[in-house]
């Protein structure tokens, strides 16, 4: 089975500009969630896609936001960059049934470092 | 919302020593815990996870850990590291919302073993 593939691995943005990161969830998985983990942090929960939609958000501006497609695979947008949205964004794929969302176990993809100046 | 707190930021080991790395949750409720390992370079990769049943879990590469729901704790141990075990573990508990869980984690613990 193939894991989670981030894209790209590596970016460097200025103040102000936008960003785009891609994310392909692993084979069998229908949600994906993403984390941002600053320096010395562990990751902290940005939003859930699942079934094309938002369906949770942590406590980030609504200037970040996503997309789900229906491959299952997933972006996350950033507007207006700030210097604090420097850190390694994760991306994580899991298997959510219909009627249930119980605990579930994430995979995680490599993470794509952006880096804003 | 749910906190968890990792006692160490940083631990160093020589080979072969015993390893434990503190673990505790706020949540009082029914929880699923879970450690996960990040080798230097790798993405986050799961090391155990407890949802269930007997609150001792063993996990990959020899890691094991005990869940105490009367001290909110989860705890991890190795009884002897080696340098391959060099990483940052993270412990991180499953919180139920509104239509969706997801992951709370603690800040981790950066594992250096000297050989």
Redesign the interface.
Known sequence: ETGVTQSPTHLIKTRGQQVTLRCSSQSGHNTVSWYQQALGQGPQFIFQYYREEENGRGNFPPRFSGLQFPNYSSELNVNALELDDSALYLCASSFRSRTSFGANVLTFGAGSRLTVL | AQS?SQHN?HVILSEAASLELGCNYSYGGTV?L?W?VQYPG?????LL?Y?SGDPLVKGIKGFEAEFIKSKFSFNLRKPSVQWSDTAEY?C?V?E??S??????????TMLLVSP
């Open positions: 968890v930021h699923n879970f996960y790798q993405h986050l990769q799961l996870k949802f993270f991180a499953n139920m919302n239509g969706y869980s997801t992951l709370t984690f603690g800040k981790g």
